[in-house]
């Protein structure tokens, strides 16, 4: 959403000050969204297809990316390009009530329960037949360390 509000923003500004502040705002808000989107990516793959799918978002991106000098051949001006592009982001904000939550960001948040029933729903969508297992807590030595390490990281980095 954010993405959007700032998109919406740099069409509006009156000077090139607020015009490069949030155009790096948004820069930095598209880079959280890629990273936060590669991760649930990640999660939610077979490691055999997780390269594949990883890739997929950045090729979705640079069509989009390849389709913008078309796209501005036909809107010359560059306010309304800008909306354009950014306009339509405020769809996303249902997103937050069509994906699931990240299984991982539930364990470690002590809501495996949750996570168990998460990961039946998706096989059940995948129609694979998953055998009785019961999620166990991340360690204390997760809880223990530094509160700035991501969650992702921890992910990645776990043995699977």
């Known amino acids: 959403m954010l993405w959007a509000v700032l998109g919406t923003g ?48 950045y090729l979705v991106w640079a069509v989009g990316v390849m389709s913008l000098p078309g796209i501005a051949y036909f809107v010359r001006d560059w306010r309304h390009l800008e909306l354009i592009i950014s306009v339509p982001l405020l769809l ?7 994906l699931p939550e990240s299984p991982h960001w539930l364990l470690t948040h002590n809501k495996a329960e949750e996570a168990e029933e998460l990961l039946r729903r998706a096989a059940t969508v995948s129609r694979l037949k998953l055998p009785p297992f019961k999620l166990k807590l991340p360690s204390s030595e997760y809880e223990e360390k530094d509160e700035k390490t991501s969650a992702c990281m921890y992910c990645l980095n776990s043995q699977r």
Do not use: K, P
């Open 92 to 98: 996303f904000i249902f997103s937050f009530w069509l």
């Open 10 to 57: 740099v069409a509006f500004a009156q000077n090139f000050t607020t015009f490069t502040v949030l155009r790096g705002m948004l820069g930095a808000v598209e880079m959280g969204g890629f990273l936060a989107n590669y991760c649930l990516v990640c999660e939610w793959f077979d490691t055999r297809q997780r390269a594949w799918a990883g890739n997929a978002i």
